[in-house]
């Protein structure tokens, strides 16, 4: 079994809990992390002696040995050797690295690297969620790993897969795969991901965390498709039982909307979510600050871009809309040839397909000015990775003290 | 008198006592004497025989002949013609706007300056939702014949619904009544219809939806869904509300309310643009102009307006297309000009 390792998160180490050899099938030799190094990479590696040693834990800053490790697969993904309360504390120790002052600038993508092997993908994650559900590991340890993808700027994809792999602990926890898979800006892929919320909206209405849901969507109605009516349910939702990180993100699409005071209301959120792990990770603050006013510089400008795809939308749609509802309304029996069935004709057929086509997401207009377009989306984009980070540390915020408590002895 | 012209004198004969349909027994002599002549390598004949088998009801092989006689003489219009025509008085002509449209360009291209060609290309292109080409070719049908009421319907039916011409109104009316003068059908009341919906006329224009379907029996099955495509597009005009999109009363309706998200983009550009000349420093240096907005601001207007006028052409011309072709089929016989644009007679003046 691993050393313990020391993460400066609890003073003493609790036992490893017992873990059954058929939750952690993988623990049989040869492990999945001692594989050989390839030729390719060992080619740069002429001014290193010796072995390439198994990963745990990134030092700080990170070595070129350390780095060839991860690239090679040698190193110990997270929860790699069970679903334990060491290996979270192992977790947390890595987000610790990752975020320290002296770490690296590319310690973050080094830290995600270690979330999932190549060879286990994300069986690690589902044995955990497992085990949670089993009773047989806490259940902010969940939190602690959802809070480290979003904090370290996971891909849409890698995120995506491990939170459908910890979704395996119960519906309690779909709300937070659905918030953790909002995403699209990687692959331009916006349209599938409203899709699932949508989907997830439907499907888990009046659950925990649901309004959370609703007002994601509607920030992806109001920034992305371009309608409004998406800004006064934002406004409304954003002050019900919703997350500061939520509340953050329908500040945005104010913000996008002209509300000048906007501004000041991110900045006061965003400190407010980041001041509890702060201390644990004395990084982030000035990564979000610079991430910040990345997004808010400009607002002229990127309002006129919004604005610029909100006007190439087919207006006129909206027209026969109004008059086909208008048309199916049933109509009296009133000459003697009888009452018409409600079946449109056929160019009634076609301009409801064209409606239909016309409703849905991000098909209802063209915008001709590419440039527009592609400036709003890179900024929901970034909008929706900085977000992430915020809900991460929403996490990670709450799972850190359950982590020192069980550490305590 | 010869064989063909023997022929097509029974095709004649069939098609004067037209009751909702040639009469068929006439209609398979014609085709069997056209054979005959065609056997000889007579491509009048092959034409002929192919269109008296399509009114004799045999659709599928009139078809297959006129397409064989399009590959053997791609040079000869008639060919195309007939195809068009039974294209257009087919059950389902929006099924067949775009083939019937693409033959009568192959025959306007052979035979050009013939105005029934020009006429039934804009009853094409209307039914296919070309509706510019159609105004087009309806005018151009007028030109050549200044008497043509069925181009003058459609001419003035796309300037109402697809221009946004109020006045041409008046016209579906009058090709209405012409067409009552002239002792054809009542079909041409449906585009009565339009006219007077439009003006809020809503009794007279049930009225003339009565008097369009008049000729067809109640509880005749096999004319119900001519009755029935008639009233559903009648349905969808009122939908469709009276008066003509862009007018000032319909457009805030049309547009979805003052909540509209074309309403409400209009605002925020406004404010944009009022922000903008409050700060023009920041502005500039922001990268923004207003003199963009105020572009931006004329052309959501302008598209906005013009897919309003399309979206209402695609709806009420089209479905009159869809209502208005299988009545006038059912109802009438094809106009001699047409039989004379198919090479099968020769018209004196």
Not at chain 1, 48 to 54: A, I, L, S
Not at chain 1, 325 to 338: F, H, I, K, L, Y
Not at chain 2, 76 to 82: E, L, N, R, S
Request: aromatic letters at 6%.
């Amino acid at each position: 079994m691993n050393p313990p390792v020391a993460t400066g998160v609890g003073d003493s180490l609790p036992s490893l809990l017992v873990v059954s050899p058929s939750g952690v099938p993988w623990l049989v030799p040869p492990l999945p992390w001692q594989g050989e190094v390839p030729a390719a990479l060992r080619q740069g590696m002429s001014g290193v002696t010796g072995e390439v040693p198994v990963v745990e834990m990134l030092s700080t800053p990170c070595t070129f040995v350390e780095v060839v490790a991860l690239r090679a697969g040698r190193y110990v993904p997270l929860f790699g050797w069970g679903p334990t309360v060491d290996e979270a504390r192992r977790a947390a120790a890595c987000l610790r690295r990752a975020f320290d002052p002296q770490a690296d600038p590319r310690a973050l993508e080094h830290t995600l690297d270690l979330v999932m092997h190549p060879k286990l993908q994300a069986k690690p994650l589902e044995a955990l969620a497992r085990a949670v559900l089993a009773g047989e590991c806490p259940a902010w340890s969940l939190d602690l790993v959802a809070g480290m993808l979003g904090m370290l700027g996971a891909s849409d994809r890698a995120r995506e897969s491990a939170c459908a792999a910890l979704d395996l602990a119960g519906t309690s926890r779909s709300v937070l795969r659905r918030l953790g898979a909002a995403g699209g800006g990687d692959l331009g892929a916006y349209r599938e991901h409203y899709t699932a919320l949508c989907m997830g909206e439907s499907s888990l209405r009046d659950g925990p965390g649901s309004a959370d849901l609703v007002v994601v969507r509607q920030w992806y109605d109001v920034v992305l498709a371009r309608r409004w009516s998406g800004i006064d349910a934002l406004r409304a939702a954003s002050d019900g039982p919703v997350d500061a990180s939520t509340r953050w993100l329908a500040t945005t699409a104010a913000w996008l909307a002209g509300d000048e005071r906007a501004r000041g209301r991110l900045m006061d959120l965003a400190q407010s979510i980041l001041d509890p792990v702060q201390p644990s990770l004395p990084r982030v603050m000035p990564l979000m600050a610079r991430e910040m006013a990345e997004l808010l510089a400009n607002p002229w400008q990127l309002r006129w871009s919004h604005l610029q795809c909100a006007a190439a939308r087919d207006h006129a749609a909206a027209a026969i809309r109004t008059w086909l509802t208008a048309a199916s309304e049933v109509e009296p029996a009133e000459d003697e040839r009888g009452a018409l069935d409600p079946e449109p004709s056929q160019a009634g057929r076609s301009a409801v397909a064209a409606r239909q086509l016309a409703g849905e997401f991000l098909l209802d207009w063209f915008v001709p000015d590419r440039e527009a377009r592609t400036r709003v989306d890179a900024w929901a984009a970034r909008v929706l990775r900085t977000w992430h980070r915020l809900l991460g540390a929403e996490r990670v915020a709450r799972a850190l003290p359950e982590l020192t408590a069980e550490a305590s002895p | 008198m010869s064989e063909f012209e023997s022929a097509v004198r029974t095709l004649r004969e069939g098609l004067r006592d037209w009751n909702k349909g040639a009469v068929p027994g006439l209609m398979s002599s014609a085709a069997v004497q056209f054979d005959v002549v065609a056997a000889r390598g007579d491509r009048r004949a092959q034409v002929g025989a192919a269109v008296a088998r399509g009114f004799a009801g045999d659709l599928d092989t009139a078809r297959r002949r006129l397409h064989e006689v399009t590959a053997q003489h791609p040079d000869y219009a008639a060919g195309y013609i007939a195809l068009a025509v039974f294209a257009l008085r087919d059950a389902d002509p929006l099924a067949h706007a775009e083939s019937a449209a693409w033959a009568l360009i192959a025959a306007r291209d052979l035979a050009p300056d013939v105005g029934c060609i020009e006429r039934m290309l804009a009853q094409a292109l209307a039914s296919a939702g070309e509706f510019m080409g159609a105004l087009q070719c309806a005018r151009a049908a007028m030109t050549l014949d200044r008497d043509d009421g069925e181009a003058r319907m459609w001419s003035a039916l796309l300037r109402l619904y697809f221009g946004g011409d109020g006045s041409a109104g008046s016209v579906l009316e009058d090709v209405a009544r012409d067409a009552e003068l002239c002792q054809r059908s009542s079909a041409p009341w449906l585009g009565a219809v339009a006219a007077l919906y439009a003006r809020g006329e809503f009794h007279e224009a049930r009225v003339a939806l009565r008097r369009a379907i008049a000729p067809l029996k109640i509880g005749d099955p096999a004319v119900k869904p001519l009755v029935d495509k008639a009233r559903r597009w009648y349905r969808e005009l009122r939908g469709f509300g009276p008066g003509l999109p862009m007018t000032g009363e319909r457009w805030l309706r049309d547009v979805g309310g003052a909540s509209s998200d074309y309403v409400r983009t209009r605002a925020a550009m406004t404010a944009l643009r009022e922000a903008m000349l409050r700060n023009p420093e920041r502005a500039q240096h922001e990268g923004v102009d207003p003199l963009d907005v105020d572009r931006a601001l004329g052309e959501l207007e302008a598209r906005t307006r013009r897919g309003m006028l399309e979206w209402g052409a695609r709806l009420i011309i089209r479905g009159f297309a869809e209502a208005y072709l299988p009545l006038v089929a059912c109802l009438e016989p094809p106009p001699v000009e047409v039989l004379s644009a198919m090479d099968l007679i020769v018209l004196d003046g």
